[in-house]
C-alpha cells in the first residue's frame, strides 16, 4: 500500500465535488472513523474520515455503519460545530499527507462560524483535528496528544495547532529537467556506494515531496527499462517517467490500479501504472472507490476482529472444554459398557447360593451362559452372605446400567454444545460490525456472557433484524442470516412456505432463502454460492448445500437458538467465488 502525498494530491483533486456541499449529518461509528454525510449537487454522498492507525484513508464510501447508542464526545463537538455547515474548500497543504476541510457554518446565535477540519494521514500517528482557521486554535481531536507524548507538537482543546514537522522537500510540479538532472547527478557523485535501483529509489524519495518508495521504485524501472544504464545516463533517463508522471498528475488523469503480486500475495494501489509489480492489477474510476475496495474489508474485519476477541476466546475455552468432557464420558461409557458381565455373575451366584459358606473370598462354578461351559472365578466378600454377595453384583449391574444411559444423554448434550460454539465461531468469522451486538446479545441470553445491565437503549420485544438481501442476476432477492437472531427470523418469520431454503450439508453457516416460488437455475446456483461463502467451508471446493422449501424446515422445541431439521432436500456442490459475490447487488433489509 501507498497512501503517499501524490494519493493524497488526487484524492484533494478529486474531492473538489464535495466543496458547496451542505453536512447533514456527522457520524462516528468507531473511535477512529468519523463520516460527513453531506448532499452535493443533487447527491447524497458519504465522506469517510479515518485516523486508524492501520488503515488511515481519507474518502467517499457507499459502505454503511453501525453507531453506538451514545455518540462519543468528537462526534458531539462536530455536530455542533460543523452540522448544516457548508465545505468551502477541501485543500492538501504541498504534498503533505494532510487534508484540511474549510467549512462555514451559522451558530444557534445565527452568527458566521468558521472551522477546518484537519486530516492527519500519517500511520499510527493519524489524527482528525478541529480547530479554529483564524486562531489556529484546536477545537479538540479524535487522539489526544499531551505533552508528555510529544513536546514539539500538542493536540489538546485550546492548544495551537502545529502542523507536522516540514521535510523540506521540493515539489514535482514545475520542475525543469535541467534541475531535475543536476540533483540526481549531484547526489550520485556524493555517494558513497555505487548508485544502484535503490539508490535511485532514495534519491527520488528524499528529494521530491509526495513520492513514496513504490512510487520512485516504478519510475526507477521503466528508467531502467530491463538494465541499470550508468550513473551519468540515469539521472538522465529517470526525467521521462518523472515528467510523464507529474503532467498526468497536473492533469488530473490519474491510472488508479490495485495490484496483487503473484509471487507474494501482497496488494498494493497507486495512482500510477505499478508495472514493476508482476500479479493481477485491477482499474478503478476513481481514487474513492480505489481506496474502498482497499481499505474497507480489511478495516472492518480488522475492527470487528478487536470488537469480538473476547467472544472468540470465550467461545473456543468453552469448545474446549466440552471436548474434554467428552473424553471423560467417553472413559465412562468404556466401563460402563460391562454391565451384563455384573449381570450374568450375579446369576451364576444365585444358582450357586448352595455351595457359597459365609467368609468365603471366592468361588469357582460353571458358566451356564459360555458356549463351551466353561468355570468362572466369582470374587466375593467374606463378610457377606451369599445371597447379599449376589444382590452386590444385581447393584453394580443397575448402577452401570443406569450410568450409561445418563452418559449416552450427557454426550448427546456435550455434541449439540460442540454444534452451538462451532456455529456461533463461524458466525464470528464472518460477523459485519452490525452483527457483533445480536450475537453478544445472544450469547447474554444463553449465559455465556454475564449481563452488565449497561444503560442505552433497551431492545424491543419483536424488533426485527436487518438482513443482509442480495438480488441474484434474473432479479430474484436471496436473504442472508448473518447471525442466529437473524437465522431465525429470517426462517420462522420472514420466509414464506413456498420459498426455497438452502444450508451447507452438516457444516456450520448461515440460513439462505430465495424469496421467490418461481426462479431458475442461475438464481438457485448463486444461492448455493452464498450459503457456502457464509459458512465454515468458504475457503474450500465442492461444498455440499442442501436446498428444500421452507414448509419442510422446522425449528424442535427445546433446541438452541438457529438450530432446525429438514426434510425432503437435495444438494448442489459449489465452489464459492469471492468475486462473483461481491458483484451482486446487496443492500441491508
Known amino acids: 500500500m501507498s497512501f503517499d502525498g501524490l494519493v493524497v494530491h488526487s484524492l484533494a483533486r478529486e474531492l473538489q465535488c464535495c466543496v458547496g456541499a451542505r453536512i447533514n449529518k456527522v457520524q462516528m461509528p ?41 455518540a462519543p464526545m468528537f462526534c458531539m463537538l462536530l455536530r455542533k460545530h460543523c452540522e448544516g455547515g457548508i465545505i468551502e474548500a477541501i485543500e492538501q497543504p504541498g504534498l503533505e499527507r494532510i487534508l484540511q476541510l474549510n467549512i462555514r457554518q451559522r451558530d444557534e446565535l445565527g452568527d458566521l462560524s468558521l472551522k477546518t477540519i484537519v486530516v492527519e494521514i500519517m500511520g499510527r500517528h493519524s489524527n482528525i483535528i478541529l480547530k479554529d482557521p483564524v486562531t489556529g486554535i484546536i477545537t479538540d481531536g479524535i487522539h489526544h496528544v499531551t505533552p508528555a507524548i510529544s513536546s514539539y507538537r500538542i493536540v489538546m482543546p485550546g492548544s495551537v495547532y502545529t502542523p507536522p514537522p516540514e521535510q523540506h522537500k521540493l515539489l514535482p510540479f514545475g520542475m525543469s529537467e535541467e534541475r531535475f538532472t ?64 507529474t503532467e498526468k498528475l497536473e492533469a488530473g488523469a490519474t491510472e488508479t490500479v490495485i495490484v496483487e503480486e503473484a509471487s507474494t500475495g501482497k496488494t498494493f494501489f497507486s495512482i500510477t501504472e505499478l508495472s514493476h509489480v508482476q500479479g493481477e492489477t485491477q482499474r478503478f474510476a476513481s481514487i474513492s472507490v480505489c481506496l474502498e475496495a482497499y481499505y474497507g474489508d480489511k478495516a472492518e474485519r ?54 457359597i459358606r459365609k467368609g468365603d473370598k471366592q468361588i469357582e462354578v460353571v458358566n451356564y451362559y459360555d458356549e463351551e461351559q466353561r468355570p ?23 448402577k452401570s446400567k443406569n450410568s450409561l444411559i445418563a452418559v449416552q444423554q450427557q454426550m448427546t448434550e456435550a455434541r449439540e454444545e460442540i454444534r452451538y460454539l462451532d456455529n456461533l465461531l463461524q458466525q464470528l468469522a ?74 451447507t450439508k452438516d457444516i456450520p453457516g448461515s440460513h439462505v432463502v430465495i424469496r421467490s416460488a418461481e426462479y431458475g437455475d442461475a438464481t438457485l446456483h448463486e444461492a448455493a454460492q452464498l450459503a457456502a461463502w457464509f459458512s465454515q ?34 444438494t448442489l456442490f459449489v465452489t464459492p467465488d469471492q468475486g462473483n459475490i461481491k458483484q451482486m447487488p446487496v443492500a441491508i433489509k
Open 30 to 70: 468507531s473511535e477512529n472513523d468519523i463520516v460527513l454525510q453531506i448532499r452535493a449537487a443533487g447527491r447524497n454522498l458519504k465522506l469517510l474520515l479515518s485516523a486508524n492507525p492501520t488503515y488511515p484513508r481519507v474518502h467517499l464510501t457507499e459502505q454503511s455503519f453501525l453507531n453506538p447508542l451514545e
Open 182 to 245: 543536476a540533483l540526481l547527478a549531484e547526489a550520485a557523485e556524493a555517494a558513497d556506494e555505487p548508485a544502484s535501483t535503490r539508490f535511485w529509489e532514495q534519491a527520488l524519495v528524499g528529494h521530491f515531496s509526495g513520492f513514496s518508495p513504490l512510487v520512485a521504485r516504478e519510475l526507477v524501472y521503466r528508467a531502467a527499462n530491463g538494465g541499470l544504464p550508468l550513473p551519468s545516463e540515469m539521472s538522465a533517463k529517470l526525467w521521462a517517467p518523472f515528467r510523464e508522471l
Open 302 to 355: 480488522d475492527t470487528v476482529k478487536q470488537r469480538v476477541a473476547d467472544l472468540f476466546r470465550l467461545l473456543s475455552n468453552e469448545r474446549s472444554k466440552n471436548i474434554k468432557k467428552m473424553e471423560k464420558l467417553e472413559d465412562t461409557m468404556e466401563g460402563a459398557r460391562g454391565a451384563d458381565r455384573f449381570r450374568i455373575l450375579g446369576e451364576l451366584l444365585t444358582a450357586s447360593l448352595h455351595q
Open 376 to 398: 468362572v472365578t466369582i470374587e466375593l466378600d467374606p463378610l457377606l452372605t451369599p445371597s447379599e454377595n449376589a444382590q452386590r453384583y444385581f447393584k453394580k449391574y443397575t
Open 430 to 503: 464472518s460477523a459485519g460490525l452490525a452483527d457483533i451486538q445480536e450475537i453478544r446479545e445472544e450469547l447474554t441470553e444463553q449465559g455465556y456472557v454475564r449481563d452488565r445491565g449497561k444503560k442505552g437503549r433497551k431492545k424491543k420485544p419483536n424488533q426485527k433484524p436487518a438482513l443482509a438481501c442480495y438480488t441474484s442476476s434474473e432479479g430474484i432477492p436471496i436473504y442472508v442470516g448473518k447471525n442466529n437472531t437473524q437465522n431465525e427470523y429470517l426462517t420462522n418469520r420472514l420466509a414464506h412456505s413456498g420459498d426455497t431454503w438452502l444450508h
Open 537 to 570: 467451508a468458504k475457503e474450500s471446493s465442492q461444498v455440499p448445500v442442501d436446498y428444500t422449501l421452507i414448509r419442510h424446515v422446522r425449528k424442535p422445541g427445546g433446541a438452541k437458538p438457529g438450530f432446525v431439521i429438514y426434510d425432503h432436500q437435495k
